[in-house]
C-alpha cells in the first residue's frame, strides 16, 4: 500500500512501503491500477541515501521524488527504451518531510524540508546548501522555530489556491496536536 503516487506521461509513480523504502514502483502505461504485470517498472532509487521517499511530483515535463531528511531526484527518461532510464540526484543537501508537504504553484514546485523551511524546486542545486533554495530564511525561520512543533512536521499539509494566488501549509503550533 503506497503512501504516496503521482502521474507522469502516462504511468503511475507510487512508494512508501516500509520494506523498501528506496522504491519506486511504475504502473503500466496508461493503466494506474497496474503494478505487477508486463510492463510495469521498478527502482531502487539511491539506496543508503535518506532514509525513504516521501513523494514526487511530475513538473515541467519531468518527475522529481523526494527523500527524508535529504535527497532530490529526477528521472532522466529521455530514451525510448525504459532499460535506460534511471534516477539523477539533484540535491543531496535537502529533502522533504511528506507527500502533502509539496506542491505546484504556477510554475514553481514548493516543498517544506526538515528544518521547516519552504523551498522552491528550481532554486535547489546540487552543489548548493540548503539555504541557497529555501524561502525568506531570514524572515520565516525564527518564527518557524518559535512556533512549530517540530515532531508533527511530517503531517505538514498544503495547498494552493489559483484565484487568489496563494500558497497556504498548515504546520502544527508547539503545543498542538493539530495542524493550525
Avoid at 527523500?67 to 532522466?76: E, H, N, S, T
Avoid at 506542491?103 to 542545486?125: K, M, N, R, T, W
Wanted: with cysteine; glycine share 10%; hydrophobic share 35%.
Amino acid at each position: 500500500k503506497p503512501s504516496w503516487a503521482f502521474t507522469h506521461f502516462g504511468r503511475m509513480y507510487a512508494g512508501g512501503n516500509t520494506n523498501r523504502p528506496d522504491g519506486v514502483y511504475v504502473s503500466v502505461l496508461n493503466y494506474h491500477g497496474d503494478f505487477i504485470n508486463s510492463g510495469t517498472l521498478f527502482f531502487l532509487v539511491y539506496p543508503g541515501e535518506g532514509e525513504r521517499i516521501v513523494g514526487g511530483i511530475s513538473w515541467r515535463n519531468k518527475a522529481y521524488i523526494f527523500k527524508y531528511p535529504k535527497g532530490i531526484y529526477v528521472l532522466d527518461d529521455s530514451s525510448n527504451d525504459v532499460a535506460d532510464w534511471g534516477w539523477r540526484r539533484i540535491s543531496k543537501y535537502v529533502g522533504c518531510v511528506g507527500p502533502n508537504a509539496m506542491l505546484e504553484a504556477d510554475d514553481e514546485v514548493y516543498f517544506v524540508s526538515p528544518d521547516g523551511y519552504i523551498h522552491a524546486l528550481s532554486a535547489v542545486q546540487e552543489s548548493g546548501d540548503v539555504m541557497s533554495s529555501a524561502i525568506l530564511p531570514m524572515e520565516l525561520g525564527t518564527y518557524i522555530r518559535e512556533n512549530v512543533n517540530f515532531s508533527r512536521l511530517a503531517r505538514v499539509s498544503s495547498a494552493y489556491y489559483a484565484k487568489k494566488r496563494k500558497i497556504v501549509f498548515g504546520f502544527s503550533g508547539p503545543s498542538s496536536s493539530v495542524n493550525d
